[in-house]
């Protein structure tokens, strides 16, 4: 079975811009988690969609969206990037919702540097 | 809100025990505790996760305080691929339906061989 995958895995934007990374889960996984990862802050919850909606969400501006299709890929916005947004953002899919299911199978990640 | 704390860093020598521990004081009644590892540029992987009861697996065991203030991490016998940095997370509600996964900074564990 394939597992999670996340692209592109590297991308350079400069401030003021807006970025839009994909991340497709695991065949029947129907919940997919975003997270932000930074050397200072380390690893933060940033929302969950399950079925299509946002089931759950972080401590994030709402300068982070995201959305969930029908096929259950997910993609997650970042609009008006600041430098501060530089980190790696992990993706990761489950069964069930966070709220419910105990295992998450992680992506490996894309690595945004915002110039 | 409910935090982790974790020591920055251990080490161990191959095919000795390893407890790795994580104090939340503030955890509430409801609050999974989950730990995940993640191996030099890959991303986080499950390990464990328990309520109140100490729980095995095939990877390892986790020990709950009976207050469940803090948790124990237990690899029994520690080998070169275990070296990760260990996270230790709450999972659990937040404020009406909302639910969070909170993180700790995580231990980096060194293995010697």
């Known amino acids: 079975k394939a597992g999670v995958t996340q692209t592109p895995r590297y991308l350079i934007k400069t401030r003021g811009q807006q970025v839009t990374l994909s991340c497709s889960p695991i065949?029947?996984?129907?919940?997919v988690s975003w997270y932000q990862q930074t050397p200072g802050q380390g690893l933060q919850f940033l929302f969950e969609?399950?079925?299509?909606?946002?089931?759950n969400k972080g401590n994030f501006p709402g300068r982070f969206s995201g959305r969930q299709f029908s096929n259950s890929r997910s993609e997650m916005n970042v609009s008006t990037l600041e430098l501060g947004d530089s980190a790696l953002y992990l993706c990761?899919?489950?069964?069930?919702?966070?709220?419910?299911?105990?295992?998450?199978?992680f992506g490996p990640g894309t690595r945004l540097t915002v110039l | 809100d409910a935090k982790t704390t974790q020591p920055n860093s251990m080490e161990s020598n191959e095919e000795e025990p390893v407890h790795l521990p994580c104090n939340h004081s503030?955890?509430?009644?409801?609050?999974?505790i989950h730990w995940y590892r993640q191996l030099p540029s890959q991303g986080p992987e499950y390990v464990i996760h328990?309520?109140?009861s100490n729980v095995n697996n095939r990877m390892a065991s986790l020990a709950i305080a009976e207050d469940r203030k803090s948790s124990t991490l237990i690899l029994h016998r520690a080998t070169l691929r275990d070296a990760a940095v260990y996270y230790c997370?709450?999972?659990?509600?937040?404020?009406?339906?909302?639910?969070?996964?909170?993180f700790g900074k995580g231990t980096l564990l060194t293995v010697n061989p």
């Open positions: 969609y399950f079925s299509e909606t946002q089931r």
């Open positions: 328990g309520l109140t």
């Open positions: 503030t955890i509430s009644g409801t609050d999974y």
């Open positions: 065949s029947g996984h129907r919940s």
């Open positions: 990761a899919s489950s069964l069930e919702t966070v709220e419910t299911y105990n295992e998450q199978f």
């Open positions: 997370i709450l999972r659990g509600r937040s404020g009406g339906s909302n639910y969070k996964l909170t």
